[in-house]
């Protein structure tokens, strides 16, 4: 009966192949098969497509293909004046949606020539390093989800949303924030987050850490992510890395330290480094992460200036042509706002650079050689969010 | 790693029968609500100030600045002397599906505003014509659209914006903004004011239907 | 703003410079032509003087008369972000060399800056479609092209009065935003 | 006629039913009795003659019914652990705590649309289900789950057990190879790799045990772990014992060794294809196999049916026929008055309550505490009735630590469980086979 059809297995290819690369990847070996995980398997952290050549159980190589979330974030904010630009930010990462909004305003403010406020510097630092350990937590819990373990992402999931309902006591929102304003942030502390994150962060320590406890000792989570994915420090640089994942590979690069950006260079935190280069060393880095930024976040709040929290500005804002970039250190690598201004009130290119973007491209460079259950680990690893991969 | 091997899932095993017994996060969703924070930025909302006085005043300057579109005004401004609608049709997905018909270049139907007095719009398009249905001259289209009418009608505007592409909000806050545009007839006495309220029992309901619905609230006698 | 920096960048790379060196905040800018890109951006990474080992950053530009390419570049040696503008690409047929060979990861940046503005990199091995379908003809991030693609085609044409003003439906053709690069 | 149309039209739904349903039934049990009467003699004769074919038929209907609550029990324990040791609270809207929810699942699968895909074959696709849940039911028949209640006592029971749950694998590779799907075809082939390796370590660990019992058969092997719990096997071969367990959570598909359907990598494995009740059954055979290896352990491994220690027999001479006509009254006084006297106390302290509620209170109570004495009674007097509480409780027992481990693990990966049991466990049996083997040459068997 289905030797009729069209043979079992055989791949079926949807274009005539546009390069070498492509041509080369869909011409299949003795033995070998295609495999097309996504755009909606239950471990692509998001809407991605990955086509695997497989032989047998092992990846051969590997194809992402991406756009399945494509928004056009970069044209809609050439074509909304600079403030309503931010606003398109937030959804790309939406798990750390301030690290969006952040560079974009340095760059205006760049364009503009504008002195933020102190206050509002140690609000932004306050709010974002908040955020980063909220990221962080839940890329944590991913990872440990990937690998079949159910529980640790919703204990992750628990201390996200203590934290998201911190920041919403503090922006309005829960997800996509908008509070960082061109000359600022909108709106001051208020008591209702002030409260809760002094409940929070009496205990947020200890509880990370025991959460945590379920992944860091469990040998088969261990074992599962040593030697996986191993990426030395000098390929690292080549496949432009930033962020926790440059780190686990040896490289001691961090924006906060390497290019200082607001308050950063005031604060006293280690940047942790490790040598692995592995998923393993990927999920410890970010745990001793977390721990830095309680330690901003502590500091933060000791050092708080009194003063306003928004720069005087004028309504509509015409900044003078030229071009600016900025870059902050996210909890996913270095995320970066290139702002050109032609004299009116938008911005006449804006370019977004997403680290996820990079960090998935290493995949044809980890990937080959392992296991198919080895890409969900090195995958939850690199903690891409598709939302800043697709634009 | 712990030197014995499976020390380490034990402890994670214990952690797990640990939480077995403490108490829940769940938050019962239907039963209990979480609270929305005072800086929630929501729904719209017309605010009323103490004296039950609509605090709007009618001045376009939020559905300009709105990128998507989604807010429109609606009601009567305070000089009584525009019909607009405040209500269902500011929901925001109506509001989007207007948008994008009009960015796919279809006219957008407005019920809203069908019973209006008919107008001929051949002169209408003749001046959207004759300034290439121009945002940018903006002003002398409408200038020239009263030159024909002797005033601004409602349902010419909203032709000037299905035209020429312009929101609605753009075209009412420049025609509000000249002194010498108007919307209504130049010689409109009080008599014609009363029969054009006449004509338009629609308004009357709406005002009737106003007060019924704040009885009782700051405003409510209004 | 790194004046040590522009006086070595002006000593090495003065003869393929082809404009003022810019600073601006913390932020150096130079001009280069396509051709030089491989040459200027080796030397900036080997060179032990410059150790731009990090690509920030690569993003075409349509200036609305010619196309550039961006790159932006992260040193120890210096405080500022280096910007590197390969200028002068030409918009009916923007080709420059690929630099997959220094940064890998400069292979899908290449490919969005190929999908957003048809810039074609010459060396990169998989220079396509990256974010639009396949069948896609046109490039989004042009500045001749307005927002909702179709919706440009038809009688409606262009779509909200912000973009119209830049270039109106009757206007002459290639008449579109543009800055003074 | 009219008169009965209208007092039928005036009956409410529950009435129109009680009134259909009450004449049948009447007409019913008059002709059962009247059949009953008529070929009674001539049925019982041939029930008699052929007992142990009855027996059987009895049993297997019985073993088939009874997987249905199991597998629901199961399920039922498996979210609301789960969900209790993820800090959430789980299913709790279906039922006392959600107690029911399992139902619905159940009634839900039933109700969604049962598709082959294109491409598939038909006839295995259809099939591979049946023969997993077929494969998992066969099994119970072998178990003792009390003295005197099982299916079938074979001399080579747990031989017959191991033939007959590796059978189980077939339907899973069935399905994943029939799916025409990648996904499915990598976990049945998953599985395949996964159960039969498992297997060996499975019926090695057991071995040991097997030379120390001197038979195959479940029933003696718990019979010769009666008295104190130090007479359990656990206690003789526990490197056995834990290799049997982890096995057993191999043999299952149970985390942290659940790679068949490793929902993170391969969607569903095998089943990614399945909707409806096909997929049911996958998972009905699954919860089975589950609750089937915990019970298997239980026997083999903690004594069965026995209690932790040697029980007294009581025997409670209980002989209402001697009171005659009062028994009578007993009957139909003590529920009123124990419901009474239960409900006074409500009654009096919460001057709240209404009357009425409290007799509805008195009455409930007065029914759990009947039927905890009824059940207390049973439970002294019948040893059948005991063994079975006391073999669900072990059995469940290791249903809890399964769905534990579920709940605590990450899954392994696909080579390092194929080491792990060529690597580790088949060695660590053969060393446990050989001990216990120098052990009774040395010591003799019944040491």
Same mark, same amino acid.
């Given at each position: 009966m289905l030797d009729d059809e069209v043979g079992l297995f055989e791949p079926i290819q949807p274009n005539p192949p546009r390069t070498e690369r492509e041509a080369e990847f869909y011409t299949l070996g003795d033995g070998e098969m295609l495999l097309n995980v996504g755009p909606h398997h239950p471990s692509t952290h998001g809407v991605m497509r990955v086509v695997m050549k497989l032989d047998g159980e092992k990846v051969v190589d590997l194809d992402p293909v991406l756009g399945y979330l494509h928004r056009g974030v970069e044209k809609l904010g050439e074509n909304a004046d600079f403030h309503q630009s931010i606003a398109y930010l937030d959804p790309l990462e939406y798990v750390s949606s301030l690290f969006c909004e952040w560079p974009a305003v340095m760059a205006y403010e760049k364009l503009l020539d504008v002195e933020v406020p102190r206050r509002a510097e140690y609000i932004r630092v306050l709010s974002g390093e908040l955020n980063r350990i909220a990221s962080h937590t839940l890329a944590m819990g991913f990872q440990a989800l990937d690998l079949g373990g159910i529980t640790p992402i919703l204990y992750s999931f628990i201390e996200r949303d203590e934290i998201v309902e911190m920041l919403a006591a503090l922006t309005g929102q829960r997800m996509l924030f908008n509070y960082f304003r061109i000359g600022g942030v909108n709106g001051d502390l208020n008591h209702d987050f002030m409260s809760r994150l002094g409940d929070w962060m009496s205990r947020a320590a200890t509880q990370i850490e025991a959460n945590m406890g379920l992944l860091n000792e469990n040998e088969i989570f261990v074992r599962r992510n040593r030697g996986l994915g191993v990426m030395d420090s000098e390929t690292a640089l080549r496949m432009c890395w930033t962020g926790p994942n440059l780190r686990a590979?040896?490289?001691?690069? %961090?924006? !906060? !330290?390497?290019?200082?950006y607001s308050i950063y260079p005031e604060l006293d935190f280690d940047v942790p480094t490790r040598n692995e280069g592995d998923c393993l060393a990927r999920y410890l880095l970010r745990l %001793?992460?977390?721990?830095?930024?309680? !330690?901003?976040?502590?500091?933060?709040?000791?050092?708080?200036? %009194?003063g306003p929290v928004m720069a005087k500005l004028p309504r509509l804002l015409r900044p003078r042509p030229g071009r600016a970039f900025a870059?902050?250190?996210?909890? !996913?690598?270095?995320?970066?706002?290139y702002a050109m201004s032609d004299g009116t009130d938008q911005p006449f290119r804006f370019r977004i650079h997403d680290p996820s973007f990079i960090h998935l491209q290493s995949f044809t460079t980890l990937i080959p050689g392992h296991l198919i259950a080895d890409w969900m680990a090195i995958n939850a690893s690199l903690d891409p969010i598709m939302g800043g991969v697709d634009k | 790693m712990s030197l014995i091997p499976g020390l380490g899932m034990v402890r994670g095993m214990a952690l797990t029968l640990r939480r077995f017994f403490e108490p829940k996060a769940t938050v019962f969703y239907p039963e209990v609500k979480a609270d929305i924070p005072p800086k929630f930025r929501g729904r719209l909302q017309l605010l009323y100030d103490e004296y039950g006085t609509l605090k709007c005043e009618t001045c376009f300057q939020c559905a300009q600045a709105c990128p998507i579109e989604c807010i429109d005004m609606g009601g009567m401004d305070p000089k009584g002397r525009f019909h607009v609608h405040w209500g269902a049709a500011e929901t925001y997905g109506e509001r989007r599906e207007e948008s994008a018909l009009r960015r796919s270049g279809r006219p957008v139907p407005d019920p809203a505003y069908d019973h209006f007095d008919p107008l001929d719009m051949r002169a209408v398009d003749a001046i959207l014509d004759e300034h290439d249905a121009d945002p940018a001259r903006l002003l002398a289209i409408l200038e020239a659209t009263q030159a024909h009418f002797g005033y601004l009608p409602v349902a010419a505007l909203k032709r000037i914006s299905q035209v020429s592409a312009a929101p609605y909000a753009l075209i009412y806050g420049t025609a509000s903004f000249y002194g010498h545009l108007r919307f209504a007839p130049a010689d409109r006495s009080d008599a014609d004011a009363a029969a054009s309220a006449r004509r338009r029992p629609a308004e009357a309901d709406y005002l009737a239907g106003l007060g019924a619905s704040l009885a009782g609230r700051p405003g409510g006698d209004a | 703003m790194d004046r040590s920096l522009r006086a070595r960048l002006e000593a090495r790379f003065g003869e393929v410079l082809s404009g003022p060196i810019r600073q601006r905040h913390d932020e150096t800018e130079i001009r280069i032509a396509p051709k030089d890109v491989p040459d200027v951006l080796g030397a900036l990474h080997d060179e032990p003087e410059y150790r731009f080992v990090m690509l920030a950053d690569l993003a075409g530009v349509d200036t609305g008369e010619v196309m550039q390419v961006v790159y932006h570049l992260w040193s120890d040696t210096t405080g500022d972000w280096l910007r590197v503008i390969a200028d002068g690409l030409s918009r009916e047929e923007p080709r420059t060399p690929s630099i997959t060979f220094l940064w890998k990861a400069a292979e899908w940046m290449e490919r969005e800056a190929y999908d957003m503005f048809g810039i074609v990199f010459e060396g990169n091995r998989d220079l396509r479609r990256i974010f639009m379908p396949p069948e896609y003809t046109s490039f989004p991030l042009r500045k001749d092209f307005y927002l909702a693609d179709d919706a440009a085609r038809s009688p409606g044409g262009g779509v909200r009065p912000s973009e119209r003003s830049h270039a109106p439906r009757n206007s002459p053709a290639g008449t579109v935003r543009r800055v003074k690069a | 006629m009219t008169a009965i149309s209208r007092t039928w039209g005036r009956l409410t739904l529950p009435g129109k039913v009680v009134f259909t349903l009450v004449p049948l +039934?009447? /007409?019913?049990?008059?002709?059962?009795?009247? #059949?009953? #009467? $008529?070929f009674g003699g001539a049925a019982a004769d041939l029930v008699t003659a052929n007992l142990g074919i009855v027996r059987f038929a009895v049993a297997a209907t019985v073993i088939l019914v009874i997987t249905i609550p199991i597998a629901f029990l199961n399920i039922y324990l498996e979210m609301k652990v789960i969900a209790l040791m993820n800090l959430r609270v789980g299913p709790d809207r279906v039922g006392p705590w959600g107690s029911l929810l399992s139902v619905v699942h159940g009634l839900k699968v039933l109700l969604k649309e049962d598709f082959t895909p294109t491409g598939a074959d038909a006839v295995v696709f259809t099939w591979a289900p049946v023969v997993t849940y077929g494969a998992a039911v066969m099994t119970l028949v072998v178990l003792p789950f009390a003295p005197g209640l099982y299916a079938q006592d074979f001399n080579i029971g747990l031989l017959y057990f191991f033939a007959v749950g590796g059978l189980g #694998? /077939?339907?899973? +590779?069935?399905?994943?190879?029939?799916? &025409?799907?990648? &996904?499915? $075809? +990598?976990?049945?082939?998953?599985?395949?790799?996964?159960?039969i390796s498992y297997e060996i370590p499975l019926t090695l660990s057991v071995v040991g045990l097997l030379i120390l019992a001197g038979t195959m058969s479940l029933n003696q092997i718990v019979q010769q772990q009666s008295g104190w719990f130090t007479d359990w096997f656990v206690f003789r071969q526990p490197l056995g014992f834990v290799i049997f367990l982890i096995a057993a959570a191999a043999e299952g598909n149970r985390t942290p060794f659940d790679l068949t359907e490793a929902d993170s990598e391969i969607v569903a494995g095998f089943a990614t294809e399945y909707s409806g009740m096909r997929f049911g059954f996958f998972f009905f055979a699954e919860y089975v196999n589950v609750f089937i290896l915990s019970a298997l352990t239980a026997v083999l491994f903690l004594g069965g049916w026995n209690a932790p220690f040697p029980v007294p027999h009581l025997s409670i001479a209980l002989d209402p026929g001697s009171l005659g006509i009062p028994l009578l009254f007993l009957i139909a006084l003590v529920p009123v008055v124990a419901t009474v006297v239960l409900a006074l106390p409500f009654y009096l302290v919460r001057s709240s309550m209404r009357w009425w509620v409290a007799l509805i209170v008195g009455f409930l109570l007065f029914n759990v505490a009947a039927g905890g004495l009824i059940f207390a009674w049973a439970f002294i007097s019948f040893p059948a009735v005991a063994g079975l509480v006391w073999f669900l409780v072990k059995a469940f027992a290791f249903v809890f630590l399964f769905v534990w481990l579920r709940a605590t693990l990450p899954r392994v990966r696909i080579d390092q469980l194929m080491g792990f049991a060529w690597k580790w466990l088949l060695?660590?049996?053969?060393?446990? +086979?050989?001990?216990?083997?120098a052990a009774i040459l040395v010591v003799g068997p019944r040491a």
């Amino acid at each position: 009966m289905l030797d009729d059809e069209v043979g079992l297995f055989e791949p079926i290819q949807p274009n005539p192949p546009r390069t070498e690369r492509e041509a080369e990847f869909y011409t299949l070996g003795d033995g070998e098969m295609l495999l097309n995980v996504g755009p909606h398997h239950p471990s692509t952290h998001g809407v991605m497509r990955v086509v695997m050549k497989l032989d047998g159980e092992k990846v051969v190589d590997l194809d992402p293909v991406l756009g399945y979330l494509h928004r056009g974030v970069e044209k809609l904010g050439e074509n909304a004046d600079f403030h309503q630009s931010i606003a398109y930010l937030d959804p790309l990462e939406y798990v750390s949606s301030l690290f969006c909004e952040w560079p974009a305003v340095m760059a205006y403010e760049k364009l503009l020539d504008v002195e933020v406020p102190r206050r509002a510097e140690y609000i932004r630092v306050l709010s974002g390093e908040l955020n980063r350990i909220a990221s962080h937590t839940l890329a944590m819990g991913f990872q440990a989800l990937d690998l079949g373990g159910i529980t640790p992402i919703l204990y992750s999931f628990i201390e996200r949303d203590e934290i998201v309902e911190m920041l919403a006591a503090l922006t309005g929102q829960r997800m996509l924030f908008n509070y960082f304003r061109i000359g600022g942030v909108n709106g001051d502390l208020n008591h209702d987050f002030m409260s809760r994150l002094g409940d929070w962060m009496s205990r947020a320590a200890t509880q990370i850490e025991a959460n945590m406890g379920l992944l860091n000792e469990n040998e088969i989570f261990v074992r599962r992510n040593r030697g996986l994915g191993v990426m030395d420090s000098e390929t690292a640089l080549r496949m432009c890395w930033t962020g926790p994942n440059l780190r686990a590979s040896g490289v001691s690069f %961090d924006l !906060r !330290r390497a290019h200082p950006y607001s308050i950063y260079p005031e604060l006293d935190f280690d940047v942790p480094t490790r040598n692995e280069g592995d998923c393993l060393a990927r999920y410890l880095l970010r745990l %001793d992460e977390v721990k830095q930024s309680l !330690r901003i976040i502590d500091q933060c709040l000791e050092q708080m200036p %009194d003063g306003p929290v928004m720069a005087k500005l004028p309504r509509l804002l015409r900044p003078r042509p030229g071009r600016a970039f900025a870059a902050v250190e996210g909890p !996913r690598g270095l995320y970066g706002i290139y702002a050109m201004s032609d004299g009116t009130d938008q911005p006449f290119r804006f370019r977004i650079h997403d680290p996820s973007f990079i960090h998935l491209q290493s995949f044809t460079t980890l990937i080959p050689g392992h296991l198919i259950a080895d890409w969900m680990a090195i995958n939850a690893s690199l903690d891409p969010i598709m939302g800043g991969v697709d634009k | 790693m712990s030197l014995i091997p499976g020390l380490g899932m034990v402890r994670g095993m214990a952690l797990t029968l640990r939480r077995f017994f403490e108490p829940k996060a769940t938050v019962f969703y239907p039963e209990v609500k979480a609270d929305i924070p005072p800086k929630f930025r929501g729904r719209l909302q017309l605010l009323y100030d103490e004296y039950g006085t609509l605090k709007c005043e009618t001045c376009f300057q939020c559905a300009q600045a709105c990128p998507i579109e989604c807010i429109d005004m609606g009601g009567m401004d305070p000089k009584g002397r525009f019909h607009v609608h405040w209500g269902a049709a500011e929901t925001y997905g109506e509001r989007r599906e207007e948008s994008a018909l009009r960015r796919s270049g279809r006219p957008v139907p407005d019920p809203a505003y069908d019973h209006f007095d008919p107008l001929d719009m051949r002169a209408v398009d003749a001046i959207l014509d004759e300034h290439d249905a121009d945002p940018a001259r903006l002003l002398a289209i409408l200038e020239a659209t009263q030159a024909h009418f002797g005033y601004l009608p409602v349902a010419a505007l909203k032709r000037i914006s299905q035209v020429s592409a312009a929101p609605y909000a753009l075209i009412y806050g420049t025609a509000s903004f000249y002194g010498h545009l108007r919307f209504a007839p130049a010689d409109r006495s009080d008599a014609d004011a009363a029969a054009s309220a006449r004509r338009r029992p629609a308004e009357a309901d709406y005002l009737a239907g106003l007060g019924a619905s704040l009885a009782g609230r700051p405003g409510g006698d209004a | 703003m790194d004046r040590s920096l522009r006086a070595r960048l002006e000593a090495r790379f003065g003869e393929v410079l082809s404009g003022p060196i810019r600073q601006r905040h913390d932020e150096t800018e130079i001009r280069i032509a396509p051709k030089d890109v491989p040459d200027v951006l080796g030397a900036l990474h080997d060179e032990p003087e410059y150790r731009f080992v990090m690509l920030a950053d690569l993003a075409g530009v349509d200036t609305g008369e010619v196309m550039q390419v961006v790159y932006h570049l992260w040193s120890d040696t210096t405080g500022d972000w280096l910007r590197v503008i390969a200028d002068g690409l030409s918009r009916e047929e923007p080709r420059t060399p690929s630099i997959t060979f220094l940064w890998k990861a400069a292979e899908w940046m290449e490919r969005e800056a190929y999908d957003m503005f048809g810039i074609v990199f010459e060396g990169n091995r998989d220079l396509r479609r990256i974010f639009m379908p396949p069948e896609y003809t046109s490039f989004p991030l042009r500045k001749d092209f307005y927002l909702a693609d179709d919706a440009a085609r038809s009688p409606g044409g262009g779509v909200r009065p912000s973009e119209r003003s830049h270039a109106p439906r009757n206007s002459p053709a290639g008449t579109v935003r543009r800055v003074k690069a | 006629m009219t008169a009965i149309s209208r007092t039928w039209g005036r009956l409410t739904l529950p009435g129109k039913v009680v009134f259909t349903l009450v004449p049948l +039934l009447a /007409v019913l049990g008059a002709g059962l009795i009247a #059949v009953v #009467v $008529l070929f009674g003699g001539a049925a019982a004769d041939l029930v008699t003659a052929n007992l142990g074919i009855v027996r059987f038929a009895v049993a297997a209907t019985v073993i088939l019914v009874i997987t249905i609550p199991i597998a629901f029990l199961n399920i039922y324990l498996e979210m609301k652990v789960i969900a209790l040791m993820n800090l959430r609270v789980g299913p709790d809207r279906v039922g006392p705590w959600g107690s029911l929810l399992s139902v619905v699942h159940g009634l839900k699968v039933l109700l969604k649309e049962d598709f082959t895909p294109t491409g598939a074959d038909a006839v295995v696709f259809t099939w591979a289900p049946v023969v997993t849940y077929g494969a998992a039911v066969m099994t119970l028949v072998v178990l003792p789950f009390a003295p005197g209640l099982y299916a079938q006592d074979f001399n080579i029971g747990l031989l017959y057990f191991f033939a007959v749950g590796g059978l189980g #694998v /077939v339907g899973l +590779l069935m399905g994943g190879w029939s799916s &025409y799907n990648k &996904y499915s $075809l +990598l976990g049945g082939l998953r599985s395949a790799a996964q159960i039969i390796s498992y297997e060996i370590p499975l019926t090695l660990s057991v071995v040991g045990l097997l030379i120390l019992a001197g038979t195959m058969s479940l029933n003696q092997i718990v019979q010769q772990q009666s008295g104190w719990f130090t007479d359990w096997f656990v206690f003789r071969q526990p490197l056995g014992f834990v290799i049997f367990l982890i096995a057993a959570a191999a043999e299952g598909n149970r985390t942290p060794f659940d790679l068949t359907e490793a929902d993170s990598e391969i969607v569903a494995g095998f089943a990614t294809e399945y909707s409806g009740m096909r997929f049911g059954f996958f998972f009905f055979a699954e919860y089975v196999n589950v609750f089937i290896l915990s019970a298997l352990t239980a026997v083999l491994f903690l004594g069965g049916w026995n209690a932790p220690f040697p029980v007294p027999h009581l025997s409670i001479a209980l002989d209402p026929g001697s009171l005659g006509i009062p028994l009578l009254f007993l009957i139909a006084l003590v529920p009123v008055v124990a419901t009474v006297v239960l409900a006074l106390p409500f009654y009096l302290v919460r001057s709240s309550m209404r009357w009425w509620v409290a007799l509805i209170v008195g009455f409930l109570l007065f029914n759990v505490a009947a039927g905890g004495l009824i059940f207390a009674w049973a439970f002294i007097s019948f040893p059948a009735v005991a063994g079975l509480v006391w073999f669900l409780v072990k059995a469940f027992a290791f249903v809890f630590l399964f769905v534990w481990l579920r709940a605590t693990l990450p899954r392994v990966r696909i080579d390092q469980l194929m080491g792990f049991a060529w690597k580790w466990l088949l060695p660590a049996a053969l060393l446990n +086979l050989f001990v216990t083997a120098a052990a009774i040459l040395v010591v003799g068997p019944r040491a």
